[in-house]
């Protein structure tokens, strides 16, 4: 019996190639969108599942308040807390601090010098509390002495080539450290990207200000904690809760809260991330996606399996009459509908395994290339192949199984309206679905657009940034040694401008310092403060950005500034200034000030972007420095190759042994925009198939329409009719069914959209014709499709279609 059945269902493929090839198209292409996407979804969500004990695992962050008015959630603490917790609460059973070594350091290993970022101190813990494999070393006392480093396998291999390296010396931080110990790479689906660990207990032997035990002047470090299974999370946050009101002395009215790892990347936008974390709301919209799609694709199949119920309607007939019960009659389209999805499977593994490599490079993710050991993968894809010969075979089983063999065999079918209603539905779905992601595609193209567009305040072309030379430690020396570099850049005809500063704008916020302790002089010290940003830059800086002064003045260079400071628009306010103009004379303290003397607001900066426009605005107080991180290079040149050149010849030989380092300002910071970019040229091409799809539905709702009605267009041409008039006859249904699914679309995609712009601080403004378009363009391919088979129908010999029974 089953044999019969997949002989036929084989036959009835083959001799109707057209609809074969376009369900089993259809689906092919439905089935890899759906993969692709699902292989996006679930690496986002398997961030830090690589831990044995993940599940344990919860990060401490801290929630900052000015009063009582909640600022902003930092995630980072203090040192002394970790500590505290565990000897504190049993269900703490162990915690590591990570302290974050900001940006590129210079790393120096047998003469030979490297750029290295992902450094972090560590305490011993971190190979307890989270999963490492350990080539070398022992994980116990890896780190637990001062002036040791792990290195993970690929950095090992980059320094020594080797991994054999225990007891080897690295240069960092102008100190030397001893390899303690070699682990694995990490997964890349982990927010704490590390290639280097050095010893926490290091920090004190560095810093003069760090303290373990009395650390609480400032919080710069991340603090994970191993939790016993089964803890309450809402329950251990009210013990943090009754902590940090028992330590108010020490961290005044901020509060500590625990998350859990496996949540950071998706659900926490926190200020001072360890990197820019995904997003759960994009994640969602895209597996929306994924089911839109292969719902479109199913619904493909049914609309062209029924529209073939004409041509096996006498079959039917023909096997009832001969004995055929109604479940074998659903069996053998089922047969059917399985060896199609068999068939579209096929060419899905082709079209997933072939283009991987290219939407790893669309979304900007390192998907796993290697999925031939992921069981989930196969389950997937097996469950895919079951769910759709069932869900889309079932439908059209049971319509052509139920058929009257006496009503067949007299041919009363071909006028019925059998199942009419419910594929107009269908096709109405696809189209309301496809219009949602076209919307959703325009909105994403014009907001990136308005964004890179929009007035930043600061001028970036033709910025050159360097990353400063950090081979000798910050000493008079080494200042007079950078600005003397700064000296002959400016001789070169390239360069017109050089400014000095300890970060630039589009840089990760880890490259500022912050602090909750800035008042007016003579304001109350028990009223609360915001979170301020510093940096520091020299007299040339705001100037070769371009920035403008809304009021005030700038430093003065070779001047004693060290008691003023300039500030931008936001700090003015939230310092509580009527306007920028009184703000300028007026003295503020902050608790980073050396005895806390207080600084003269010299200037106002006009309102300008440090990061992405996307971003709410922070205060910034800029103080004045001769030395820095960062030398932005304003050049004035046409051939930026040639530019590039004579700067690295200059920075050779004023540092010839330090790595020369550079970036294009404005090419920096339009990274910012990449996860955003990279979010619309998905929605674009799955849009685009789905539009594909859509109309291969709509090609088979349209023969059917045309078979139904084939005598009805002979009748009508034999009488005058022009080919124009039928395929108006026939096309207007078609318009109808797009312009009930725009209507549905419209609104479902205006929730969509708004809910997705509330994330950004400048956006767009919505417009009708942003909804109406995706209509248009849908509404022209739809009528090229339906038109292709509809003039050939009014162009045939009308006698054929009047002979036929």
């Known amino acids: 019996m089953v044999r ?80 505290i917790l565990k000897s504190k609460h049993p269900e703490v059973t162990d915690y590591v601090r990570m302290y974050h070594n900001d940006g590129l350091q210079d790393v120096e290993v047998d003469n030979r010098r490297f750029l290295e970022e992902g450094i972090y101190f560590a305490d011993a813990s971190v190979f307890t509390v989270f999963t490492l494999q350990t080539f070398q070393g022992n994980p116990e006392t890896a780190l637990v002495e001062p002036f040791k480093i792990a290195l993970s396998e690929s950095t090992a291999k980059k320094y020594f080539g080797k991994t054999d390296i225990v007891g080897e010396s690295v240069k960092l931080l102008n100190q030397v450290y001893q390899v303690s110990a070699v682990f694995a790479d990490l997964p890349p689906n982990t927010h704490l990207k590390y290639n280097a660990l050095l010893s926490h207990a290091t920090l004190a032997k560095l810093y003069n200000w760090y303290s ?28 943090l809760t009754d902590l940090s009101i028992l330590l108010k002395e020490q961290i005044g009215s901020e509060r500590f809260v625990a998350e859990p790892i496996k949540d950071i990347h998706l659900l926490s936008n926190k200020s001072f991330e360890p990197e820019v974390n995904g997003n759960a709301k994009v994640v969602y919209v895209l597996f929306i996606i994924a089911v839109f799609i292969i719902v479109i694709a199913w619904v493909n199949y049914v609309n062209l399996s029924t529209a073939r119920a004409i041509e096996r309607a006498r079959e039917v007939g023909i096997r009832k009459v001969m004995g055929s019960l109604r479940l074998q009659l659903v069996l053998q389209f089922l047969a059917e509908s399985f060896m199609i999805n068999v068939l579209a499977a096929v060419i899905t593994f082709t079209i997933f395994h072939t283009g991987l490599p290219f939407f790893r ?43 009257q063999p006496s009503v067949v065999l007299k041919g009363k079918l071909r006028t019925s309206s059998h199942g009419q209603h419910l594929r107009k539905a269908l096709v109405i779905f696809q189209f309301a679905a496809t219009v949602i992601l ?110 403008e002064f809304i009021a005030g003045r700038n430093f003065v260079a070779g001047a004693p500034n060290d008691d003023q400071v300039i500030i931008n628009e936001e700090a003015v306010t939230r310092l509580g200034f009527a306007s920028p103009e009184e703000a300028v004379g007026s003295k503020i303290t902050y608790h980073t000030r050396w005895k806390g003397e207080p600084a003269t607001i010299i200037g106002v900066l006009k309102k300008y972007y440090q990061q992405s426009p996307k971003e709410q605005q922070i205060p910034i107080l800029l103080r004045y420095r001769d030395s820095a991180d960062y030398l932005s290079v304003k050049l004035s040149a046409d051939d930026m190759h040639e530019a590039v050149a004579e700067v690295k010849q200059i920075w050779n030989k004023v540092y010839p042994n330090a790595v020369f380092h550079y970036f294009f300002l404005d090419e920096k910071y339009n990274q910012q925009y990449q996860a955003d970019m990279r979010f619309g040229e998905v929605i674009a091409t799955f849009s685009t198939l789905a539009i594909i799809i859509a109309c291969l539905g709509l090609f088979g709702l349209s023969a059917f329409t045309i078979v139904q009605r084939t005598k009805e267009i002979g009748i009508r041409k034999v009488l005058g009719a022009s080919v124009l008039q039928i395929v108006h006859l026939l096309s207007k249904d078609f318009v109808k069914v797009v312009l009930i ?65």
């Open 4 to 83: 019969n059945y997949i002989r036929v269902a084989y036959r009835s493929l083959f001799k109707n190639r057209v609809f074969s090839f376009l369900n089993i198209l259809g689906l092919a292409i439905g089935m890899a969108a759906f993969l692709f996407i699902i292989h996006y979804v679930r690496f986002e969500r398997n961030y830090e599942s690589f831990h044995e004990n993940a599940d344990n695992i919860y990060r401490v962050t801290l929630d900052l308040y000015n009063g009582n008015e909640f600022i902003v959630t930092d995630c980072e603490t203090y040192a002394p807390l970790g500590p």
């Open 212 to 239: 373990e035990t009395d650390g609480w002047g400032g919080n710069n470090e991340y603090t994970y904690l191993q939790m016993a299974p089964g803890t309450d999370l809402a329950a251990f946050n009210r013990k």
């Open 361 to 403: 490079q669309l979304t900007g993710q390192p998907l796993p290339l290697d999925f031939a050991n992921d069981t989930v993968f196969w389950y997937i894809f097996s469950g895919l192949i079951l769910t759709g010969s069932l869900l889309s075979g079932l439908y059209p089983a049971f319509v052509l199984s139920s058929f």
């Open 438 to 547: 076209m919307a959703g595609m325009c909105a994403v193209y014009l907001q990136i657009n308005y964004m890179r567009n929009y007035d930043l305040g600061l001028n970036l072309d033709q910025t050159l940034v360097l990353r400063a030379n950090q081979e000798e430690s910050i000493d008079s020396i080494a200042r007079l040694k950078q600005q003397a570099f700064k000296n002959e850049l400016l001789k070169s005809a390239y360069v017109s401008k050089v400014g000095l500063s300890g970060t630039v704008p589009g840089l990760s916020s880890h490259e500022m310092g912050t602090t909750s302790n800035v008042k007016r002089v003579g304001q109350d010290d028990a009223d609360g403060s915001y979170n301020y940003h510093l940096t520091s830059i020299d007299a040339d800086f705001i100037p070769t950005l371009g920035m």
């Open 741 to 805: 699914a725009a209507l549905i679309a419209m609104p479902m995609a205006y929730i969509g959209i708004e809910q997705w712009l509330s994330g950004y601080a400048v956006r767009i403004s919505l417009s009708v014709w942003l909804f109406v378009l995706p209509v248009v363009i849908i509404l022209v391919i739809a009528l090229c499709t339906v038109s292709f088979q509809t003039i050939k129908t009014a162009l045939s010999n009308p006698s054929n279609a009047l002979k036929q029974e």
